[in-house]
């Protein structure tokens, strides 16, 4: 009897135990840089609480350095379901969510301070229902950085020194129009393709923030940084909004809470890279231009912010300018 009574427990533990294991899913999340960044931080941080706040009924398998796709290819993905979750800069999002292109605007924030403010703030929190609609549900506002520029022909002191780059782009459209305003002839790249290009010559240069041209090693690849910080470029933390629908309350909240812990620990890996980043990259051999006047950028761009003005509303360009 004693030996049937062992027998039993053990076979009850075993169904537990697998209807344990057969109740976890395993979600899938992509990123278009290196897990050793800004992005790969996030995401497994977002991964580890997860887990941990749904005890193990959700698993996150991250995909690193566009294992699944680029970015847009990523947002497509959770459109249509075949991708569940992606950190991704809103470089390619104007194209799914036109409201979010107000931010892409050169020289609106001032700091980090201020452009984190706005995102954590009403503006921000009100653009992120913007994407429920688009069968997205973007979960939270990471961040990506002030976007420098660099190049293989020259340093970049003026706007004029621009004019005639061949430069990778995001595919964006407030991004191109300001940059052909200066003269830059605009090539519009996945982020996966852009070391190829810089390395053989496709285009002269391009432009991403501190903690991207460190990530992707572009100091390889490019001779000359100034630091222009154009625009200030916000990431997003985004679910398939099919999955999303699928978790309970609870989950959601759980999975909402992981993705504020995984900005905390994005915006910490940004600023120790904006720290130590300059440093590094002239000890690694590039030429870098630290003081510019960047009056001389915004003057140059005169006829587009006209454009942006009418396109966006002056009001709104303003709220976002003057937020405190």
Same mark, same amino acid.
Not at 132 to 151: P, Q, S, V
């Given at each position: 009897?004693?030996?049937f009574?062992?027998?039993?427990?053990a076979l009850?533990?075993?169904?537990?135990?697998?209807?344990?294991?057969?109740?976890?899913?395993?979600?899938?999340?992509?990123?278009?840089?290196?897990?050793?960044?800004?992005?790969?931080?996030?995401?497994?941080?977002?991964?580890?609480?997860?887990?941990?706040?749904?005890?193990?009924?959700?698993?996150? /398998?991250?995909?690193?350095?566009?294992a699944?796709? @680029?970015?847009? $290819?990523?947002?497509?993905?959770? *459109?249509? +379901? !075949?991708? #569940?979750?992606?950190?991704?800069?809103?470089?390619?999002?104007?194209?799914?969510?036109?409201?979010?292109?107000?931010?892409?605007?050169?020289?609106?924030?001032?700091?980090?301070?201020?452009?984190?403010?706005?995102?954590?703030?009403?503006?921000?929190?009100?653009?992120?229902?913007?994407?429920?609609?688009?069968?997205?549900?973007?979960?939270?506002?990471?961040?990506?950085?002030?976007?420098?520029?660099?190049?293989?022909?020259?340093?970049?002191?003026?706007?004029?020194?621009?004019?005639?780059?061949?430069?990778?782009?995001?595919?964006?459209?407030?991004?191109?129009?300001?940059?052909? /305003?200066?003269?830059?002839l605009?090539?519009?790249? @996945?982020?996966? $393709?852009?070391?190829?290009?810089? *390395?053989? +010559? !496709?285009? #002269?240069?391009?432009?991403?923030?501190?903690?991207?041209?460190?990530?992707?090693?572009?100091?390889?690849?490019?001779?000359?940084?100034?630091?222009?910080?154009?625009?200030?470029?916000?990431?997003l933390?985004?679910?398939?909004?099919?999955?999303?629908?699928?978790?309970?309350?609870?989950?959601?909240?759980?999975?909402?809470?992981?993705?504020?812990?995984?900005?905390?620990?994005?915006?910490?890996?940004?600023?120790?890279?904006?720290?130590?980043?300059?440093?590094?990259?002239?000890?690694?051999?590039?030429?870098?231009?630290?003081?510019l006047?960047?009056?001389?950028?915004?003057?140059?761009?005169?006829?587009?912010?006209?454009?942006?003005?009418?396109?966006?509303?002056?009001?709104?360009?303003?709220?976002?300018?003057?937020?405190?």
């Amino acid at each position: 009897m004693r030996t049937f009574y062992r027998w039993a427990l053990a076979l009850m533990m075993a169904i537990v135990t697998a209807e344990g294991a057969y109740a976890q899913t395993a979600l899938k999340m992509n990123i278009s840089v290196a897990q050793n960044s800004h992005y790969g931080v996030a995401i497994d941080a977002f991964a580890r609480e997860v887990e941990k706040r749904t005890n193990g009924r959700y698993k996150i /398998q991250n995909f690193y350095a566009g294992a699944l796709g @680029a970015e847009r $290819e990523s947002i497509e993905g959770i *459109q249509l +379901g !075949t991708l #569940d979750l992606t950190m991704t800069s809103t470089g390619p999002v104007p194209n799914f969510v036109p409201e979010v292109a107000i931010l892409d605007i050169p020289f609106l924030f001032h700091d980090y301070a201020h452009a984190r403010a706005v995102l954590d703030g009403p503006i921000g929190q009100d653009l992120l229902t913007k994407f429920d609609a688009k069968g997205i549900k973007a979960l939270a506002w990471g961040e990506n950085g002030f976007r420098h520029m660099t190049n293989n022909k020259h340093p970049v002191n003026t706007p004029d020194d621009l004019r005639g780059l061949k430069m990778r782009t995001m595919e964006n459209p407030i991004h191109i129009e300001a940059y052909r /305003q200066f003269g830059i002839l605009p090539t519009p790249m @996945a982020f996966t $393709e852009v070391f190829t290009a810089l *390395q053989q +010559g !496709t285009v #002269d240069g391009q432009e991403n923030p501190l903690s991207v041209i460190t990530a992707a090693k572009l100091e390889q690849v490019q001779k000359y940084l100034s630091l222009t910080g154009h625009v200030y470029s916000p990431a997003l933390i985004l679910m398939s909004k099919a999955q999303w629908d699928k978790l309970s309350a609870a989950d959601q909240q759980a999975f909402s809470a992981a993705a504020r812990e995984a900005v905390k620990a994005n915006r910490a890996r940004i600023d120790e890279d904006e720290k130590r980043a300059v440093g590094d990259l002239r000890a690694k051999g590039m030429a870098v231009v630290d003081t510019l006047d960047k009056t001389k950028f915004q003057a140059a761009l005169k006829p587009v912010y006209d454009d942006f003005s009418k396109r966006f509303g002056q009001e709104n360009i303003d709220k976002i300018k003057n937020y405190k």
